[in-house]
């Protein structure tokens, strides 16, 4: 459902993201981790058509992101880490806004929106303008949006930034429903907890290059170590190459 095929991202001689080769199947929720400057975010970008690769291929759905970006796009829900909402619209213009723009008709919006805005605690917000919002509430309205069109692929950059506890367990069994109905998450995020508890497999970055990848077993065979948490894990293999590269 999301291949990475040899992509790389450098600004200058700089490589973010270097020769980075990556599947994701249907279905799966897959846990993606590094350090602050790894290159998780640029890969997130690239991912989702807002970044373009300087050399690879992005394919989504059996889509080539760089050859037909718009019907790549139009599989994709994609949850930046900053996003930017027009604050001058209210909850529910800014998801019109957005149906509008993946060609959700005008039949299917409404239950659709409101079913959204329900499950994401912001019904009675709707027709409040957006920069009333706090933090938490605009993140639950852009994962609201992201689901209008029912999208194949969800790609997120740190989705519990933000959110309170309640929210954030919402949002964990959310993705788990939505990969049983088939629904492909990519999941990039700080928190080793969300990653360990949501996620099928996870892949670990570190200066622009996966170093690791599989289930929390077998990254714990990878660090060479038993029964640890995953903090351990992630500490192990990353101050690994660190010893290597020093």
Request: net charge neutral; charged share 25%; glycine share 8%.
């Amino acid at each position: 459902m999301i291949q990475l095929k040899e992509i790389t991202k450098k600004y200058s001689n700089f490589a973010a993201v270097e020769r980075l080769n990556l599947s994701v199947e249907k279905g799966e929720v897959f846990g993606f981790l590094g350090p602050n400057g790894a290159g998780k975010t640029t890969t997130i970008k690239m991912m989702g058509g807002v970044l373009q690769p300087t050399s690879g291929t992005v394919t989504i759905a059996g889509i080539n992101m760089q050859n037909q970006p718009e019907e790549a796009k139009s599989k994709v829900g994609f949850i930046p880490d900053r996003p930017y909402i027009y604050e001058k619209l209210t909850g529910m213009e800014f998801l019109r806004f957005t149906a509008d723009l993946y060609g959700v008709s005008e039949n299917g919006f409404h239950k659709k929106a409101i079913k959204n805005l329900e499950m994401f605690s912001l019904a009675d917000w709707s027709d409040e303008l957006i920069q009333s919002y706090s933090h938490g509430m605009k993140q639950r309205l852009i994962m609201s949006a992201a689901l209008l069109h029912d999208p194949d692929v969800i790609i997120v950059d740190e989705p519990m930034v933000g959110l309170d506890p309640a929210a954030i367990i919402m949002v964990k069994k959310l993705f788990r429903r939505l990969a049983q109905k088939g629904v492909t998450i990519f999941m990039s995020t700080h928190t080793l907890k969300v990653a360990e508890d949501t996620c099928d497999r996870i892949g670990i970055i570190h200066k622009g290059r996966l170093i690791a990848s599989g289930t929390t077993k077998d990254l714990q065979r990878e660090a060479n170590v038993t029964d640890a948490d995953l903090e351990q894990v992630f500490l192990n293999l990353t101050n690994n190459v660190l010893d290597h590269n020093s």
